[in-house]
């Protein structure tokens, strides 16, 4: 079963923008699907978007025209680049693959 890191979360001010990483201990290029989940204190783990071993995405509303989810197969790594954040957007990313598999998460926080 394929082992999921993430990477760059930070704090960053409203309007910002940051690029989170997801390496995975082996290939990614045959997993169905992969995306990343965010939970906000007091709050469930929510859904922000997925990739399909093909390429198509989707996301959830909240976030759509704002993040965009790609991966690179070769690097076995998958990526959310966060434009335009809020601090709504504050939260533990969570790196996710079919199977399931899922990292431990990497803190964002955005604020003034």
């Known amino acids: 079963q394929v082992q999921l890191v993430e990477s760059g979360g930070g704090l960053v001010q409203p309007g910002g923008s940051l690029r989170l990483s997801c390496v995975a201990s082996?290939?990614?290029?045959?997993?169905?699907?992969m995306g990343w989940y965010r939970q906000a204190p007091g709050k469930q783990r929510e859904p922000v978007g997925f990739?399909?071993?093909?390429?198509?995405?989707n996301y959830a509303d909240s976030v759509k025209g704002r993040f965009t989810i790609s991966k690179d197969n070769a690097k076995r790594t998958m990526y959310l680049q966060m434009n335009s954040l809020k601090p709504e957007d504050t939260a533990v990313y969570y790196c996710?693959?079919?199977?399931?598999?899922w990292g431990r998460g990497t803190q964002v926080t955005v604020s003034s």
């Open positions: 996710y693959a079919m199977g399931p598999t």
């Open positions: 082996g290939s990614i290029s045959s997993v169905y699907v």
């Open positions: 990739i399909k071993s093909g390429g198509t995405t």
